[in-house]
């Protein structure tokens, strides 16, 4: 396999995985960009992207351009001379004059199989899809929103206890893989390169706070999605008594009530039992205010009011 020059484009965790695998690859590694550093936590202090971390540690010089579209900052990228640049959950758009730099173009790893899912949030729109699979594919990168040739695929399923942190952590195993074993055999993927299927398309649009607010009148198993969905980035949430509760684990259970939906039905060491249409949730694993999320077992200890009958609710109006 001959050893490519590659320049990487990547921000989070997700991406630095896959910056890792071509550290350790053959390859070349000329650069690396990464979004501005943002403000982040309490203290709002300027943090660096999980992939600048990386790069910094094995001393790849790091450029974070606000944009790539100023010619100044394309002429830069030319000047590397890279076979190839590597984009993985950027957040950037390249323009077309970008794209056209390399020798042998920019390829992108996305969190789907494309056409599905195309978009800033694959992963969590394929947990509240109910998807009973997913994956990750290489694509030639053209002008559109994922809309470029596939390369390559791999799938990887989606079990029910899947949430989105460990649905990610599957597919960097599986995306790292495809990408350094893609690399070797890049000429012929690029050349029998599959155009995709608009038709078949579907958008991953970001999720938004609002969708994480929970609507006790639905299905235990779609409340469920949201709460598997929503893990570190927009945790599900509702309010008991006017505080507002972060839901972080929890189980669908089938369970015949006559209670309101947002029941509290029962309270043990095991969970919380509440009232959904037609089905029940155990809720496992709850975060109050200001304090640390803490599994129902230890969280008994600390609130006596969660008892049976209790309500919770879609908005704070602990009054009504």
Known sequence: ??????????????????????IDSPHQ?????????RAAGRGKRLQASAVKTLAQEHAIPVFQPQSLRVPEEQQLLASLGADLMIVVAYGLILPQAVLDI?????????A???????????????????????GVTLMQM??????????????????????????ENGLARIGCRLLVDSLAQLETLQQQAETQDDSLSTYASKLTKDEALIHWDAPAEVINRIIRSGIGRNPAYCF?????????????????????????????????RVACRDS??????????GKNPLPVRDLLNARKDLLPGLQLRSDDDSTS
């Open 280 to 289: 029940a949730l155990d809720i496992q694993l709850m975060q109050f205010p």
């Open 1 to 22: 396999m001959q050893a490519l020059k590659i320049v990487f484009a990547g921000t989070p965790a997700f991406a630095a995985a896959h910056l890792q695998a071509l």
């Open 102 to 110: 390399p020798r042998l173009g920019c390829l992108n790893v996305h």
């Open 112 to 134: 789907s199989l494309l056409p599905r899912w195309r978009g800033a949030a694959p992963i969590e729109r394929a947990l509240l899809a109910g998807d009973r699979e997913t």
């Open 142 to 167: 053209d002008q559109g929103l994922d809309t470029g040739k596939m390369l390559a695929r791999a799938t990887l399923p989606i079990e029910e206890t899947d949430d989105r942190q460990s649905l």
């Open 29 to 37: 590694l000329l650069a690396v960009y990464t979004q501005p550093d």
């Open 240 to 272: 008991l008594n006017g505080e507002r509760v972060r839901l972080l684990k929890a189980e669908a259970v089938e369970a015949a009530s006559v209670q309101p939906a947002g029941t509290i039905l029962s309270v043990d060491r095991n969970g919380i």
